[in-house]
């Protein structure tokens, strides 16, 4: 039975830099965003340069409907996924009492919800098929709270403490979890959470998706626990426990104040 991973987001930016690292070595592909036309370009092109097979399939991870629709389908279907990149995420960005709650709910059905049962669904499926992989995409900002961004920050800390509990529940069954925390990488996320990040355009503090994939996929062959790419996002993620917290969430509600514009 042909093995695949299944990539969510995949569409742009981190996961897709981690589709073509995967496809680069060889691996099959389904990838899951809502963009129809670019998962088809991006299809179409990494099975041109890497020879693999890249499917896709639309679907809105922030309807659990069309979750369903795509679980449903996965369970009926004779493809075996042994390797599961729960990447797709949003963020928000300003006052928590002024945004708009249709868009803080997805937050919370993107981030957590879906990457969740995705877990469940096909962790369940790797155990029947003796083994698998899980890697879930978190972020630095989930080693502090952070306001003025804290349901995205909160929604990367459920993300973070999951996975590693799920890292050692799923020893037993086969299934080696690991979970990355990126720091400020190039991509559409910043537009899209309404940030202005102009002044770290061109700074090392901002990775490029491709040097974070790279480095992801290493770490994941390596089946670390915690990914953190890059010495500056280690130094990100470890800053927190030395200092007192008091200090941690005035520091981190000053830099995100600052970058939501306010
Ligand atoms: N960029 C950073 O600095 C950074 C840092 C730490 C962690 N991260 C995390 O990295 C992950 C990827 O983000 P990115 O930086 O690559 O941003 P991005 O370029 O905006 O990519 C987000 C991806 O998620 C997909 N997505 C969003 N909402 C979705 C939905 N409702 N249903 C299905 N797919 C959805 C998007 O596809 P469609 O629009 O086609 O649906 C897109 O492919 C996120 O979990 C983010 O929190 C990013």
């Known amino acids: 039975m042909p093995r695949y991973a299944l990539i969510t987001g995949a569409s742009s930016g981190i996961g897709l830099a981690l589709a073509e690292a995967l496809a680069r070595r060889g691996r ?29 399939r639309v ?8 979750l369903s629709g795509l679980l449903h389908e996965l369970e009926q279907g004779e493809r075996q996924i042994d390797l599961l990149v729960n990447n797709a995420g949003l963020g928000t960005s300003g006052p928590f009492l002024e945004q708009d709650w249709g868009r803080e709910r997805q937050l919370i059905e993107v981030n957590i919800l879906a990457l969740s ?18 890697l879930n995409v978190a972020s630095v900002a989930g080693f502090q709270p952070g306001a003025w961004m804290s349901n995205y920050y909160a929604s990367k800390a459920y993300v973070l403490h999951f996975s590693e509990g799920l890292r050692e529940e799923l020893k037993s069954r086969g299934i080696k979890v690991s979970v990355l925390c990126p720091g400020p990488t190039r991509t559409a996320f910043f537009r899209g959470a309404q940030m202005d990040v102009s002044r770290l355009e061109g700074s090392k503090l901002m990775m490029g998706a491709e040097e974070l994939a790279l480095l992801t996929v290493k770490a994941l062959e ?11 996002n280690r130094l990100l993620a470890l800053s927190p426990r030395l200092a007192p917290r008091w200090l941690v969430r005035k520091l981190v509600a000053a830099i995100n104040k600052a970058f939501a514009g306010r």
Do not use: Y
């Not at 670019?38 to 896709?56: D, K, M």
């Not at 679907?59 to 069309?66: A, I």
């Open 28 to 56: 099959s592909l389904i990838l899951v965003a809502r963009q129809r036309d670019a998962l088809e370009s991006i299809a179409c092109e990494l099975t041109q340069r890497f020879g693999v097979e890249v499917l896709f």
């Open 117 to 134: 049962r995705l877990c469940h669904a096909l962790g369940n499926a790797m155990a029947l098929q003796g083994g698998g992989q899980i």
């Open 222 to 232: 390596k089946n670390r626990a915690i990914i953190i790419p890059g010495w500056r």
């Open 59 to 66: 679907c809105d991870l922030g309807e659990p409907l069309q």
